[in-house]
């Protein structure tokens, strides 16, 4: 028998890293600030994850300044918001095999 978890994506594992991809996928660009809050993670947490996220080349972050405070913004890449669909695909392949 097939391993169902397989397909899953390795990067997208972490819970953390699935929530971040969730928002960004469900809004066009969202701030680091906005980010923390909404996940509840530590600013050394999300940077971490962040950084995974980049690296891999799901998110790309654009830096500015508002009212001359930093301002960090994540937006999900074409690659990103694909891996995300396949992730989920995969996650549904496997709860309707333990239906059966």
């Known amino acids: 028998m097939k391993n169902p978890f397989e397909h899953l994506d390795k990067i997208l594992e972490?819970?953390?890293r699935l929530q971040i991809?969730?928002?960004?996928?469900?809004?066009?660009?969202y701030d680091f600030n906005s980010m923390k809050e909404i996940l509840n993670?530590?600013?050394g947490a999300l940077a971490t994850h962040i950084r995974a996220l980049e690296k891999e080349k799901y998110?790309?972050?654009?830096?500015?300044?508002?009212d001359r405070k930093p301002n960090t913004r994540f937006k999900a890449t074409?690659?990103?918001r694909k891996i995300f669909k396949m992730?989920?695909?995969?996650?549904e392949h496997v709860i309707r095999q333990q239906k059966k």
């Open 14 to 16: 972490h819970s953390v």
């Open 21 to 29: 991809m969730s928002v960004l996928v469900a809004n066009e660009t």
């Open 41 to 43: 993670v530590t600013d």
């Open 59 to 66: 998110i790309s972050i654009t830096k500015s300044f508002v």
């Open 78 to 80: 074409e690659r990103g």
């Open 87 to 91: 992730h989920l695909d995969a996650l």
